[in-house]
Every structure is written in structure tokens, then in C-alpha cells.
């Protein structure tokens, strides 16, 4: 029977093709069991389906086994006539999914039933199921003439894989492809070399083993665990030649900070360099040889400065490096008096403030009242004698003393008017300051 390909699928199919034992079929009816409680032929066939990888394909593998004894079953029944119904039942397990007549007319499954003359040698066919000109030898017919899907070889040892069959060529892949019974016998190892370093040269082949194509050489064979020499040679074929060399404290016996090294490895020669490079010049002030010259903080730059108040103004220095640090040199207070107690109009202490050490002594400031006491004192560079107690704005209060200091005493009292007595002693009267 021929099937057209509906879908594609590939899993493993097992299948038993029965016909049902009735010379005149019934037709089928949507009823439950109305295919499984149909009687089965005792002629069965077995089917194993390749895979079907394209839709639309109607070709060896969609095509069944020989089903003649099933057809013959049931037409050489006693109820059979021509033009009667029969009916083919597949079962198993797995999935093909099949064009039906439903579907497509044209890509319904088809009985095939040739027709041939009897004759007296009729030979033995084998089914090659995977077109690769050799058969299986369990699965015949016989005929006198050549059966499509069969060949006269029955030699295949895997008949559903074409690249399985006597002659092929067998490949590095653990499959018996030529059918000998040896695996991967055909396979000719090849001469490799491989490694870096010490270990350039290194030789292996390349060899078939369970099926697989093994590389044996070992790029690493002869290497050392490390690579701690310095001697231009790559010594654990890493690529990589005397990484692992150095790293230590070391003298460089060179001044400044260019004086602590540390070991290193240059094209196979061993080295001690600076941790610090030298700087391009020894202009930072801080106590260190920058540039390992020998000098230290030789290239500050000095720079001029003034500084002072009072009589000091205009003193000048310069900004220096002094044991790492950065120094002023200009003294505010150069040229400085010890005080400021002469009245002259000049910061002489040079502390910010003018005559502020001037006087403090009496003096008689010429004024009446309470202003004739005084106390010497420095204004804008010229002294005076200024009162004690400054002038009251009037006189007001009796205290026999002239406190607005204008030659009179208690002028400015107010006088209240006050009575007194009683009865005939009676009388009217008014305060006064005496």
C-alpha cells in the first residue's frame, strides 16, 4: 500500500497491518469499537516506517511491506465476490501522519496489486527500504521480475540508514558501515605535532577511538610546573616566556625614591627597576629626591613675598623650601618698637593698632565743675587732656556739685511749692537746693 506523506515525523513507528476476515467489508459508522471489534485476518504483516522528513512525499518510504497473504486471505474466502468491500487495519505504536481521501483524492492511500504471469523459477527479492541498492534479508518476496523496493542483494546490515551497506567507506563514527563486522577499520590515522615553548615539536596522531576522531598529542608533555627562570624560554608552554619570574624587593642602587626595586625579567635578563620611575624634575617641596639626582627639592620654585603692618609694612621674604616643607621667610614685626606709648599718629608695634599704649595719666583740663578732672589721651596722633566725666546735659540734681560744668551749682533744680501746719499754724512754703 502506498501512503503520501501529510506531515513530517521521525520518531520510531512499529506497525501490524491485519485485514478484517470478511469477504464484503460493512462501511464504517461513528460508533465506539467500531474498528477494534472488527475479526482480523491470521495473515498479518509487520511495518517499520523510516522516517518521513517531507510533506507531499510518496515514495519507498510511505510504502508497506508485501501484503499479498493478507489480500489473499480474504478474497480467496468463501464469501468473497468482485466489486465487494474489504478493509486494512493498521495498529502500533509511535506516529506518520498520512494524506487520507477526505483530505486529498489524489494523495489517498493506494492498494498496489500487480497482476503477473505464472512462472516456474520465480527469485527472491529483498526489500531495500533506504535505496542504497543493497536489501534486508529478513524482510522478501518472490517474483520473476523485480519488485519496486526491492533489489536481489541481501547484504544490507542496517537497511534504514543509506549510508550503511557493503563497500561503503567506514568512516571514524563506531558504526559497522560497510557491513563487515570491524568498526571504523577504513580510518587512516595522520602524524600531528603540537606545543609552544619547550614543548614545540610535540608529537601525536590523529586516531579513531570508540568512534571518535582523537587528537593524542599532548602540548603539554615535557613542560615545567612553572615558568619562575628567567631565561627567554617559555618553560610550561603557556606561550608566555619567564612569567613567573621575580617580583621581590630589590636595590636599585640608584638615589631618591629610584632606590627601591623590585626584580623583574626583560627578554631572558634579570633586572632590578625602580618601583618609582624618576620624575622629570624635583619642583614638589617634600623632603624626597624626585628625580634621583641626588639633590632634594632642588627645583622649588622660590617666590617673593611682603608682609607687616604699621611701620613694618613692606617687609619682604621669599617662599622657600626648608627639610620638605614650604617656608615664609618675610618677619612681619621686623623693624617693630617694643610698645606704642608715643602720640604720634603710628602703628610703631606693628600690631594693627595706632598710640594704643599713649597716657592714661591726670591732668587738670581747665574747665569748671565736674570737668576739671582729666586724663591724658591720643587722638589722631596728637594727645590732650580730656575729662574724666564728661558734662551732664543739665543741672538738675541738688548735689552741690556743677555737673554740666558751666560755673554754676544745682541752676537747674526745680522748686516745688509744699504746704505745712495746721489750724492757725497753717502756711504755704516750696523745696529750694541750698
Known amino acids: 500500500m502506498q501512503f503520501q506523506a501529510d506531515e513530517t515525523t521521525s520518531g520510531t513507528t512499529s506497525l501490524l497491518i491485519e485485514g478484517q476476515a470478511v469477504g464484503n467489508a460493512p462501511p464504517f459508522v461513528e460508533s465506539s469499537g467500531n474498528v477494534s471489534s472488527r475479526a482480523r485476518t491470521a495473515a498479518s504483516v509487520s511495518w517499520g516506517p523510516p522516517p518521513w522528513t517531507s510533506t507531499g512525499e510518496a515514495g519507498p518510504a510511505q510504502q508497506t511491506p ?19 468491500w474489504l478493509v486494512l487495519i493498521l495498529t502500533g505504536t509511535g506516529e506518520r501522519v498520512a494524506e487520507s481521501y477526505k483530505g486529498s483524492a489524489a494523495g489517498a492511500p493506494l492498494l498496489h496489486v ?17 535505496g542504497d541498492g543493497f536489501g534486508d534479508g529478513a524482510d522478501t518476496t518472490q517474483d520473476c521480475a523485480q519488485p519496486v523496493g526491492f533489489v536481489a542483494d541481501a547484504s544490507d ?9 557493503p563497500g561503503a567507506a567506514d568512516v571514524c563514527d563506531g558504526v559497522d558501515n560497510d557491513c563487515d563486522t570491524a568498526l571504523d577499520e577504513d580510518f587512516t590515522p595522520q602524524a600531528t605535532t603540537c606545543g609552544v615553548g619547550v614543548c614545540v ?3 601525536g596522531e590523529m586516531s579513531c577511538i570508540d568512534g571518535v576522531v582523537v587528537d593524542t598529542c599532548d602540548p603539554l608533555e615535557g613542560a615545567a610546573a612553572s615558568d619562575a627562570t628567567c631565561d627567554g624560554v617559555d618553560d610550561d608552554c603557556d606561550g608566555v616566556a619567564d612569567q613567573g619570574f621575580g617580583g621581590g624587593s630589590c636595590d636599585t642602587t640608584l638615589l631618591g625614591v629610584c632606590s627601591a626595586g623590585v626584580s623583574t625579567c626583560v627578554a631572558g635578563v634579570p633586572s632590578c627597576e625602580p618601583v618609582t620611575p624618576p620624575a622629570a624634575d624635583d619642583a614638589v617641596c617634600n623632603g624626597v629626591d624626585d628625580d634621583c639626582d641626588g639633590a632634594i627639592d632642588e627645583d622649588f620654585p622660590t617666590q617673593a613675598t611682603t608682609c607687616g603692618l ?26 617693630a618698637a617694643a610698645s606704642d606709648a608715643t602720640c604720634d599718629g603710628f602703628d610703631n608695634d606693628c600690631d594693627g593698632v595706632t598710640d594704643e599704649d599713649f597716657g592714661g595719666g591726670s591732668c587738670t583740663t581747665g574747665l569748671p565743675g565736674v570737668c576739671s578732672a582729666g586724663a591724658m589721651a591720643c587722638v589722631a596722633g596728637v594727645s590732650s587732656c580730656e575729662p574724666v566725666t564728661p558734662p551732664a546735659a543739665d543741672d538738675a ?26 489750724g492757725e499754724c497753717a502756711a504755704a512754703g516750696a523745696t529750694t537746693c541750698t
Open 66 to 84: 508485501d501484503l499479498s497473504e493478507v489480500i489473499e486471505e480474504i478474497v480467496g474466502g468463501d464469501d468473497w465476490s468482485p466489486n465487494q
Open 114 to 130: 500487480e497482476y503477473r504471469d505464472a512462472c516456474q523459477n520465480p527469485s527472491i527479492w529483498y526489500r531495500d527500504a533506504d
Open 157 to 165: 546490515c542496517d537497511d534504514g540508514d543509506n549510508t550503511v551497506y
Open 201 to 203: 615539536g610535540n608529537a
Open 310 to 335: 604699621g611701620v613694618c609694612a613692606g617687609n619682604t621674604g621669599e617662599m622657600s623650601c626648608v627639610g620638605g616643607l614650604v617656608v615664609n621667610t618675610c618677619d612681619p614685626l621686623a623693624g
Open 397 to 422: 540734681v541738688c548735689d552741690g556739685v556743677d555737673d554740666d560744668c558751666d560755673g554754676a551749682v544745682d541752676e537747674d533744680f526745680p522748686a516745688q511749692a509744699t504746704t505745712c501746719g495746721v
